[in-house]
């Protein structure tokens, strides 16, 4: 894929994702004022609640992940927090963001994108951590049981495999996001642990 491929496929990710906020808000506005109107106790209305709120979260994840980032562009630490806090009740994840300030959009991207990852390798969830200061980023993901895939870690260091399954597209795009910031991916896996250095 080359690069106009690349930013052809990440502008029509940001266009699916914004396309999609606006009615998933909407949806959200309609429950709360049912949830007004007294019918807030019922259990549908507080599964219809919950999903949207996960949905948004996702989406807002997304729009970051497969978006297409402008480098002077920054995301808040506490927008960061606000989307990943659903993400991690819902997949049993506890996520601690330890960077201390606004990050620059195209590295938050490279950041979701192994996020991303390490979600598909903690399917029972787990605990991730991410720390980010100034040219250093580490991620580390500890759970009793992994998800072994060593075959998509390796679209880390390597541009000449086979494209995985949508649902693991997240892995060489990682290593894309890295490319276009001029970072190179270390990952280290072990059987309860994985270390990302980028």
């Known amino acids: 894929m080359n690069m106009v491929d690349t930013r052809l496929s990440a502008l029509l990710g940001s266009r699916i994702c914004h396309d999609l906020i606006s009615p998933l808000g909407a949806i959200g506005n309609g ?27 996702r989406i807002r994840l997304f729009r970051v992940a497969f978006g297409a980032p ?14 990943l806090a659903p993400i991690s009740s819902a997949r049993k994840l506890d996520i601690a963001w330890d960077p201390p300030a606004d990050m620059p959009r195209d590295l938050a991207r490279l950041v979701f994108l192994l996020l991303l990852c390490c979600e598909t390798a903690l399917p029972y969830g787990g605990a991730i951590a991410v720390d980010a200061t100034g040219d250093t980023l580490h991620i580390s993901a ?10 998509l870690w390796a679209h880390m260091s390597r541009a000449d495999l086979p494209m995985p399954l949508a649902s693991d597209i997240h892995f060489p795009l990682a290593r894309q996001a890295a490319t276009d910031i001029g970072r190179r991916i270390e ?12």
Not at 71 to 82: C, L, M
């Open 31 to 57: 429950v709360e004022l049912l949830q007004m109107s007294g019918l807030g106790d019922s259990p549908e209305l507080s599964l219809i609640s919950e999903s949207v709120e996960h949905a948004n979260a």
């Open 70 to 83: 402008s480098p002077e562009q920054h995301i808040a630490r506490s927008e960061v927090q606000s989307v």
């Open 142 to 151: 500890e759970a009793p049981r992994l998800r072994q895939t060593p075959e």
């Open 187 to 198: 990952v280290v896996t072990g059987d309860t642990r994985i270390d990302i250095h980028a």
